[in-house]
């Protein structure tokens, strides 16, 4: 018989900033929701290509050496995993950008929702509505 497939959730960079800014107005929503996916062995994906857009926002709020440690942080962790996208997904959130309604427009959304489609997820963590305007569940508002 086969086992039932871990309930997967891609996490988004509003996600990745609410949960390094401890000042963001989401950051104990990220934190907590965090906490609840590890409880609820919940596996928790995300793009490199995240990772490249906070780095230069972590770099003005700590200096280089605070950003190295906090990017290092979460490429190594165990509690995130990492994908970089593959030339399909790159075409793929190509073809998205082109006929995706604003406000989804931004290219990392349409990215992000790419490297989704292709990992079979159809959940996301962050604090971005516009992704529910194309068929994405959002976490935490309605997590439970």
Same mark, same amino acid.
């Given at each position: 018989?086969?086992?039932? #497939?871990?309930?997967?959730?891609?996490?988004?960079?509003?996600?990745?900033?609410?949960?390094?800014?401890?000042?963001?107005?989401?950051?104990? =929503? !990220?934190?907590?929701?965090?906490?609840? !996916?590890?409880?609820?062995?919940?596996?928790?994906? =995300?793009?490199? /290509?995240?990772?490249?857009?906070?780095?230069?926002?972590?770099?003005?709020?700590?200096?280089?050496?605070?950003?190295? #440690?906090?990017? /290092? *942080?979460?490429?190594?962790?165990?509690?995130?995993?990492?994908?970089?996208? /593959?030339?399909?997904?790159?075409? &793929? !959130?190509?073809?998205?950008?082109?006929?995706?309604?604003?406000?989804?427009?931004?290219?990392?959304?349409?990215?992000?929702?790419?490297?989704? /489609?292709?990992?079979?997820?159809? &959940?996301?963590?962050?604090?971005?509505? !516009?992704?529910? *305007?194309? *068929?994405?569940?959002?976490?935490?508002?309605?997590?439970?």
């Amino acid at each position: 018989m086969d086992q039932p #497939k871990p309930r997967q959730i891609f996490v988004d960079r509003s996600a990745l900033e609410a949960l390094l800014d401890r000042g963001h107005p989401d950051h104990a =929503s !990220a934190v907590t929701f965090l906490q609840t !996916a590890q409880v609820r062995n919940i596996r928790l994906i =995300s793009c490199f /290509n995240f990772l490249t857009e906070i780095t230069d926002l972590i770099c003005r709020q700590n200096g280089r050496e605070m950003t190295f #440690k906090v990017i /290092n *942080g979460f490429r190594n962790s165990k509690i995130i995993t990492f994908f970089s996208l /593959n030339s399909d997904d790159e075409a &793929e !959130a190509w073809r998205l950008y082109s006929v995706v309604p604003e406000p989804l427009l931004q290219f990392s959304r349409c990215a992000a929702i790419a490297l989704m /489609n292709r990992l079979d997820i159809s &959940e996301i963590f962050g604090f971005e509505t !516009a992704y529910s *305007g194309v *068929g994405i569940r959002v976490v935490p508002e309605d997590s439970e």
